[in-house]
């Protein structure tokens, strides 16, 4: 029987009109003769404080709650009224909702897309849920306050369960690639805080014998990212310098619009393009897709490793190899020095894909 997956399509704001849909057609032809799914548009952002007065309804919580895993447009919450601008932004607030603790991040660079670091293939498992993000690491009022007007302080977390668990995903993950993760942290002036989420990083890499494991401070893990990013695998660190050094590392390995990025726990996953809304070039059909496309890729091998059958992963290689070919092709996106819109970006992609299904379906029929 084929199997059927249950998806949630949020649009978000900014540019998330033009590429989230862009992400749901190459996922469905990526699908082809492999699983159905079911889509469940929902809203967040602009669209949802007409229809509810909030930028993330109860109901679309409660509708994300059913589903195997959902595909997140931007938010621009800067351009929401005064009042909701204040509260915790989309992306966070579903985060937090959902407890999803791991923001796994690729810095991978594509061939054709003339990065500064053409070696770089890494990731990073950033911590999702603590650190200072005051907007989500307590679990009642924030982490930020100002005592007087002119004091303004943070407070920051770190706890041995969060580390524990963000570091078991960042050796399991190094597992499956070349086997050495770099703990990032600043044990030698947040002694206590950094020091625990290092200390419980290499207790977990006790666990994981084939995985090699070494620790840099994060200062010099950028300088080294900009010298040399070709010697990292998988970087496990604390959320804010997780925030900051994805970006550089993304930046490094090509653009922002080619960012991938999910945040999942052990049952459930969202794909999110490392990006914003990128408001200046919203509704002109310009922006690149790829970041979330190839984020929808990481929810499908996420889907995979609670899936017997392979068709996941499958359809994720299909994506890939796809966007592959056609980055490297001339047609590309502004970002990428290319002139190709969204739209004919996206077609591009999905006329790989179905061009090199039916090339391997004919080949299979040869042969029988
Ligand atoms: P946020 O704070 O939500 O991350 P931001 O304004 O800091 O948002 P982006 O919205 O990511 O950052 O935009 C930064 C720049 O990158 C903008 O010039 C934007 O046009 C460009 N950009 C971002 N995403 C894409 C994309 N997918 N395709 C093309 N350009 C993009």
Same mark, same amino acid.
């Given at each position: ?317 299909? @994506?890939?190899?796809? #966007?592959?070919?056609? !980055?490297?092709?001339?047609? $590309?996106? %502004?970002?990428? &020095?290319? +002139?190709? *819109?969204?739209?004919?970006? @996206?077609?591009?992609? #999905?006329?790989?894909? !179905?061009?090199?299904?039916? $090339?391997? %379906?004919?080949? &299979?029929? +040869?042969? *029988?």
């Amino acid at each position: 029987m084929t199997p059927s997956i249950q998806l949630g399509l949020v649009a978000g704001d900014g540019i998330g009109p033009e590429i989230v849909p862009a992400a749901a057609r190459v996922l469905e032809a990526a699908a082809t003769d492999l699983f159905t799914i079911d889509w469940h548009p929902l809203p967040i952002g602009h669209e949802a404080i007409e229809r509810y007065g909030v930028a993330v309804p109860a109901e679309t919580l409660a509708a994300l709650d059913r589903l195997d895993g959902w595909i997140l447009g931007p938010h621009d919450s800067a351009s929401y009224p005064a009042q909701l601008a204040a509260a915790v932004p989309p992306a966070g607030a579903i985060r937090k909702h959902f407890d999803l603790f791991a923001n796994i991040r690729p810095a991978r660079a594509w061939p054709g897309t003339d990065p500064i670091a053409p070696r770089a293939d890494l990731v990073i498992v950033r911590e999702n849920t603590e650190g200072l993000y005051a907007d989500r690491n307590m679990f009642a009022g924030s982490g930020e306050f100002m005592p007087t007007p002119d004091v303004a302080l943070a407070v920051g977390v770190i706890t041995r369960a969060g580390s524990e668990r963000i570091a078991r995903e960042a050796f399991r993950l190094a597992e499956q690639r070349r086997r050495h993760v770099t703990i990032v942290h600043k044990a030698n002036v947040l002694t206590m805080t950094t020091g625990l989420f290092r200390d419980v990083c290499l207790e977990v890499a006790g666990d994981y014998p084939d995985v090699t494991v070494s620790e840099q401070f994060v200062d010099a893990a950028a300088a080294h990212l900009v010298r040399d990013a070709s010697i990292f695998d998988v970087i496990v660190t604390e959320n804010l310098f997780g925030d900051i050094l994805s970006d550089l590392a993304a930046e490094l390995a090509g653009s922002l619009g080619i960012a991938a990025s999910l945040n999942c726990s052990a049952t459930r996953a969202m794909a999110q393009a490392a990006h914003g809304a990128a408001p200046d070039i919203a509704g002109t059909d310009t922006a690149n897709p790829t970041a979330l496309i190839l984020s929808v890729a990481m929810l499908l091998r996420w889907l995979q490793g609670r899936h017997t059958s392979p068709v996941f992963g499958e359809a994720a290689g299909r @994506t890939e190899d796809a #966007i592959g070919a056609v !980055i490297a092709s001339p047609i $590309r996106t %502004r970002d990428l &020095g290319g +002139t190709a *819109s969204t739209t004919a970006f @996206t077609d591009a992609v #999905i006329e790989r894909i !179905i061009g090199t299904s039916s $090339r391997r %379906r004919e080949r &299979g029929s +040869t042969r *029988s």
